[in-house]
């Protein structure tokens, strides 16, 4: 099983986007935190993060780098963010793709399969569990 | 006396009525229901202090998500979404409060207010703290700890909620202040009004003052007579005397006008009282200019209208000396208008005032009770400001001797009185002026007939041989 982990304050939009990455086949773990993050990284070792920018404790740039630091660069993060984003992209070392709130779900879940495929199987094809 | 530092709300009025903001370290509650607009009035105030240089955390304790919130501020002048993330923190305390309790939210807001060094800290949601809370003391521990923590941080709390909570609930027992914001009917038009219910160490403007929402947010309009309950600076009390515009007025009224008063013109519809008021404000100088704050007729017409008594407002307009401000009776506020004369007269150094109508005004007001104070504030408050105002009062009868007042009272709050009628006198319509009062002054009393020209208005000494002229119906004494 594929695991994301999926980081946001506001846990109705985690909620909405772990429903439908569950309905693609994936184990979804949520944190409100990137503290808490951090914990549920060591515990599920994911696949994948989706996490927020604007989040109590430390920020999506913050997390995205003790990420780095913790797991090195194999974990493609995706940062989603409102007013923020621009942040995020001037990072591609830390984050792998940015979204713009409110996102579009299908391109969303369209980009973490195929960064997971990327990540799965180097220069093989191959979907996503269902 | 000690004054307290303060934190601008940057909503001029509510500053106003807060007698300059919010006191730094304090903590208030707005309460409202949904869509009362005190999201509106938090994030505001948030945009502001920002740009004044302080730093805001936003803590939500709501379900609704603060995309959503951004995409409805975003409509409103004052958000900038550059500020959303560095100098404005939004975070998400409802997961929180849900999975571990609201001890672990002051944890965490604690936390917050240090990392981010907030000055400002808006907690929206109480209600959902309420109801998580086993009981009103653990309410009053989250408030109290809050605030405490806050306070030691030198930061402003501002707690909202949809309840409306009575003055008596633990919250309200705990806080410095209470604004209260609210919606009523009156007839079809729905009227916002706010109230400061609670501001401890702090005078402030009571009781309740309309407001707007509009594109630039929260709009507040302190009621003109708490405002001015005693006018901003002394009225000069001089005996000098400005001209009427109307040189046999002048004559009647022994000299002129008493300068910085209030004259009242009185009459039907179609009885020349937007004449007198042309050629008042015809008499408009640059040095001492002259302003129409009219409601019924547009710019052009008025302009029209003068020409044909041989003013050139385009003219007078041009030059400085002449400033039109017309409004539509059918929006406002009456305690908005009151600040927007107030505001043109101080900007364009206005010395001379046609308010075309009283009644206009009178027909935007929620409230008819209150006009009484409202007039006295705002003729007391022209008069102190140097303003020689003349004002028109339509009537509702063309004949008769009924003559219904603005207000009960306006005849002891207005200086001067110019009574206008419509007399049939041999099988002709005649207009007729009466002077009823003139302060400090001796006045010729006699009915004088009103004959407008492309000269302007000339008066005549008129119906000496008549009787029953007030009535309208006027007969010719025979001759004895």
Same mark, same amino acid.
């Given at each position: ?13 985690? *909620? ?10 994936? !184990?979804?773990?949520?944190? /409100? ?58 990072? &591609? ?20 399969? +195929? ?13 996503? &569990?269902? | ?6 934190? +601008? ?29 005190? /999201? ?46 560095? %100098? ?7 997961? !929180?409060?849900?999975? %571990? ?32 809370? %086993? ?5 009053? +521990? ?14 402003? $709390? ?19 202040? $209470? ?19 609670? !501001? ?21 309009? &302190?009621?003109?007579? =708490? ?40 009459? &039907? ?48 307009? *041009? ?68 303003? !020689? ?33 419509? $007399?049939?006198?041999? =099988? ?8 009823? +009062? ?14 407008? =020209? *492309? ?26």
């Amino acid at each position: 099983m594929t695991t994301i982990l999926i980081v946001d304050d506001e846990y109705l939009i985690a *909620d909405i986007l772990g429903y439908t990455l569950e309905d693609e086949g994936y !184990t979804v773990v949520k944190a /409100t935190s990137g503290a808490k993050a951090l914990d549920e990284l060591e515990r599920h070792k994911p696949s994948l993060v989706i996490t927020d920018y604007m989040m109590p404790l430390m920020n999506g740039v913050e997390f995205a780098t003790e990420i780095r630091k913790r797991v090195g660069d194999q974990l493609p993060i995706i940062l989603m963010s409102g007013a923020q984003s621009h942040i995020g992209r001037s990072s &591609p070392e830390l984050f792998a793709a940015v979204f713009d709130k409110p996102f579009d779900t299908p391109k969303l879940i369209d980009k973490v399969k +195929k960064l997971l495929e990327r990540k799965t199987l180097p220069g093989r094809r191959r979907h996503p &569990p269902r | 006396m000690e004054q307290l530092n303060r934190v +601008k709300t940057g909503i001029a009025g509510l500053d106003l009525l807060l007698k300059g903001g919010l006191i730094v370290g304090a903590s208030y509650i707005v309460q409202g229901r949904p869509g009362s607009g005190k /999201t509106i009035l938090a994030n505001q105030l948030a945009f502001h202090h920002v740009r004044e240089g302080g730093r805001v955390l936003v803590g939500t304790i709501l379900s609704e998500s603060h995309e959503r919130l951004f995409l409805y501020l975003s409509t409103l002048s004052f958000y900038d979404p550059a500020r959303v993330g560095s %100098e404005i923190q939004f975070v998400s305390a409802f997961d !929180t409060l849900q999975n %571990e309790g609201l001890d672990e939210v002051v944890k965490l807001l604690r936390r917050e207010i240090s990392r981010h060094q907030a000055t400002v800290l808006i907690v929206d949601g109480l209600l959902n703290a309420r109801s998580m809370a %086993e009981s009103p003391l653990d309410t009053k +521990k989250f408030i109290a700890e809050l605030q405490g923590h806050a306070a030691f941080a030198g930061c402003t $709390v501002l707690f909202l909620t949809s309840s409306r909570l009575d003055d008596g609930s633990p919250e309200h027992t705990m806080v410095d202040g $209470v604004i209260e914001l609210g919606e009523e009917l009156h007839g079809s038009r729905s009227v916002r009004r706010i109230q400061l219910r609670k !501001t401890r160490g702090s005078a402030a403007l009571s009781g309740l003052h309309e407001f707007e929402i509009t594109e630039d947010g929260v709009v507040v309009y &302190p009621r003109l007579e =708490s405002l001015y309950s005693h006018p901003s600076r002394s009225d000069k009390a001089d005996l000098t005397r400005v001209t009427s515009g109307i040189s046999r007025l002048d004559e009647l009224t022994g000299g002129g006008l008493p300068g910085s008063s209030v004259s009242l013109v009185m009459g &039907p519809s179609g009885i020349g009282k937007t004449s007198v008021g042309i050629s008042f404000l015809g008499a408009s100088s640059r040095a001492e200019p002259g302003l129409l704050f009219g409601f019924y007729e547009s710019p052009q017409r008025f302009r029209l209208k003068a020409k044909a008594l041989g003013v050139d407002c385009k003219a007078l307009e *041009d030059s400085g000396a002449l400033h039109l401000a017309w409004q539509p009776t059918t929006e406002g506020v009456l305690d908005g208008l009151g600040a927007r004369l107030l505001k043109l007269i101080d900007e364009k150094h206005i010395k001379r005032v046609m308010i075309d109508s009283l009644g206009a005004l009178v027909r935007i007001a929620n409230s008819p009770s209150r006009l009484n104070e409202f007039f006295s504030a705002l003729m007391g408050e022209l008069r102190a400001r140097g303003v !020689t105002v003349l004002a028109t009062w339509e009537m509702r009868d063309i004949f008769g001797s009924e003559i219904n007042a603005p207000a009960p009272e306006l005849s002891s709050m207005v200086d001067n009185i110019l009574l206008m009628r419509f $007399v049939e006198l041999e =099988s002709e319509l005649k207009r007729l002026l009466s002077i009823l +009062k003139v302060r400090d002054s001796l006045y010729d009393p006699s009915l004088v007939e009103v004959v407008i =020209s *492309d000269h302007g208005i000339d008066l005549k000494k008129a119906f000496e041989n008549a009787t029953a002229v007030m009535s309208g119906s006027a007969a010719t004494i025979p001759n004895t």
